[in-house]
């Protein structure tokens, strides 16, 4: 028994050292800035951390923020999800938001508990996504991606006790 462990704790480690390696791979010198959990009505859903050159909490490119889901979700979920936070939060026409959706439903899978998706904001012209550290797509759009960070990090999200967590009162 103390084998099984070890080897669930040695496969665990394994996989946060492949994402810190994707990470840094982006992000010079990276290291988390700050993490917290999200919980919705009791159910917890997922802890973030956000990682940053040197670990200093900003907003502003190069950063990562890694998702590591507590429960099993589907792609099309969070894809629909993450469309209908970003019409809250933001004025954007409705055509661009459609086009957005359609490439978040291509790129979002299906997640179960353990696994992660990070996404990366490296410059002003792309955010790319992993799952697990494997390259899942990428978006070339920096109005995509300043909504879609929004979503965690701007003044409007829905969230605010995650966003003090992640950010502070920046």
């Not at 907003?59 to 990562?64: I, L, T």
């Not at 019409?87 to 299906?110: G, T």
Request: aromatic residues 12%.
């Amino acid at each position: 028994m103390r084998n099984v462990y070890f080897m669930i704790s040695l496969c665990m480690l394994t996989a946060q050292v492949q994402a810190s390696a994707v990470i840094n791979a982006q992000i010079p010198d990276a290291k988390m800035a700050a993490s917290g959990r999200l919980t919705v009505f009791l159910f917890d859903v997922y802890d973030a951390s956000v990682y940053t050159s040197n670990g200093v909490r900003r907003v502003k490119p190069p950063f990562a923020l890694k998702l590591d889901y507590l429960r099993d979700i589907k792609g099309e979920k969070i894809a629909d999800q993450s469309a209908e936070e970003i019409r809250r939060q933001a004025r954007v026409d409705e055509v661009l938001l459609a086009d957005w959706h359609s490439q978040m439903r291509h790129i979002f899978p299906n997640v179960r508990k353990g696994d992660n998706i990070t996404g990366i904001y490296k410059d002003l012209s792309e955010c790319t996504f992993y799952k697990n550290s494997a390259y899942i797509g990428h978006i070339t759009d920096h109005q995509f991606c300043d909504a879609f960070f929004d979503i965690w990090f701007g003044k409007k999200t829905t969230q605010p006790a995650l966003r003090n967590q992640l950010i502070g009162n920046q």
